[in-house]
């Protein structure tokens, strides 16, 4: 169903002051196909927290590339475990993602890029255990953008396990940009 078209239907859910909510399904031949809910916020100045990324990470251009090509718009590199090991050959639980094309001054456009991006990480690729695949397809996927930042600049995607089992799984993550926002 590549070619048949993709109708977007829109609810606002709610618009306040400094909040607004939507939920968003894509159909294609009557049905759904996607759906999201989407929340946004005026940003604010306020006191903050930012949990750092891991000590010892080491820089993007240092780290090999993915060992297989995942999307030829991304530039993905895979940095040693914290521990200083090395990951299965396919795991893709901390990797570096930017975009590698020319990208427009459209914060919107840098968000959506880092979403598609997102998708990258898995979280359960050092895992090793029998039966546990190294990743899988996204059934449910939740972001928070904290600070603006560009897509074609470096970002770390660093994954955690928390379940398996199933067939399904669970886990966190959290991205930084260089500046660790």
Known sequence: M????VVFSVDRDRDGRSFSARRVAAMQRGEVIWEMACSFHVREDGPEFVQPPQAGMREPESCPPLAWTWCPILDIRVPPRPDGGFSRPDSVDRVWTRVNVSVPDDPILHDC?????????????????EGIPEGGP??????????????????????EPAKVGGHRGLYTGTAHDRDGN
């Not at 991006?117 to 255990?129: E, I, K, P, R, T």
């Not at 449910?140 to 994954?159: G, K, N, T």
Request: charged share 20%; aromatic share 14%.
């Open 2 to 5: 590549p070619l048949a078209p």
């Open 113 to 129: 890029l880092h979403v598609f991006a997102s998708d990258v990480g898995a979280g359960f690729g050092d895992l090793d255990l």
């Open 138 to 159: 996204s059934i449910d996927h939740a972001l928070w953008f904290q600070h603006p930042s560009r897509a074609d600049d470096w970002v770390i995607w660093d994954c």
